[in-house]
């Protein structure tokens, strides 16, 4: 399923079908992270991506060229399941796009993820990360909020902190329009973003997370095997990490 793709990004599997993972070793493991990645998402019978709308972080809504920054991908960049990777840079304004589960689901509100990109604060991985993402919450029944956050970003990364809270802020004030149910309000995050993530959590966010999505998140260790986004709260919610032992950004990161 496309869950497993997401969770074995790592392993070179992403995009490939369950046939083509259940010729790997690694498929049992893949399939039981999906398990709990779907109890945690409290996944529901739905399918097909409809329609996205992007905004502006003060609700204003926007075109999404505002925030596509530059294509940095190159000819030369490393094939994953035979596609390159969409590397957006110099994200200038960041935005959030809506992308609402199908209405004849006939929901009144519905689950919802907050979804952050990866790239090292310095791209964001938009298809393989991002749109991609959205579309398979929207397969489940359950609304994606795809925030683009400003890149590049050096030092403390304050700003892609700062984009996260109000992206936040943003879906709290218009979670009866966009059919948000706040009770089940989550983020996923990858590599970069899966820190980005984590530190959102950390944060002590005013609006409330119902689960935290880590997969191979990175710099979450310091060199003294500290935390580098602070302690967790203890009102922190439940969270899922994945990471592949032999990825090079480190297991300890888990």
């Not at 893949?30 to 109890?39: E, N, T």
């Not at 983020?187 to 002590?204: N, Y």
């Not at 003294?224 to 709260?233: A, C, K, V």
Request: hydrophobic share 45%; aromatic share 6%; glycine share 8%.
């Amino acid at each position: 399923t496309p869950v497993s793709a997401l969770i074995l990004k790592r392993l070179n599997l992403f995009r490939y079908d369950c046939s083509v993972l259940a010729t790997s070793t690694n498929v049992f493991a893949s399939r039981s992270a999906c398990l709990l990645l779907l109890m945690l998402l409290v996944s529901t019978i739905g399918s097909g991506q409809t329609f996205a709308k992007t905004f502006l972080l003060d609700g204003t809504p926007a075109h999404i060229e505002v925030s596509q920054g530059t294509d940095t991908t190159k000819t030369s960049d490393t094939l994953v399941a035979g596609r390159r990777v969409i590397r957006l840079g110099e994200v200038a304004v960041p935005t959030v796009t809506w992308y609402p589960v199908p209405a004849a689901n006939g929901y009144r509100s519905a689950p919802a993820v907050l979804v952050l990109p990866g790239g090292g604060y310095q791209i964001l991985a938009e298809d393989l990360e991002g749109t991609e993402v959205c579309a398979w919450l929207n397969s489940r029944g359950i609304s994606a909020l795809l925030l683009r956050y400003r890149v590049p970003s050096a030092g403390l990364h304050a700003e892609p902190l700062l984009d996260a809270k109000k992206a936040l802020a943003l879906i709290d004030s218009k979670a009866t329009e966009w059919s948000v149910d706040r009770g089940h309000l989550g983020v996923i995050g990858f590599s970069a973003g899966a820190h980005l993530a984590m530190r959102l959590v950390t944060s002590k966010p005013a609006v409330p997370l119902h689960a935290a999505l880590l997969l191979y998140p990175a710099y979450l260790q310091d060199k003294s095997d500290e935390l580098t986004t602070g302690p967790i709260p203890a009102n922190a919610p439940p969270f899922f990490l994945v990471q592949a032992e032999d990825d090079p950004i480190g297991i300890g990161n888990t």
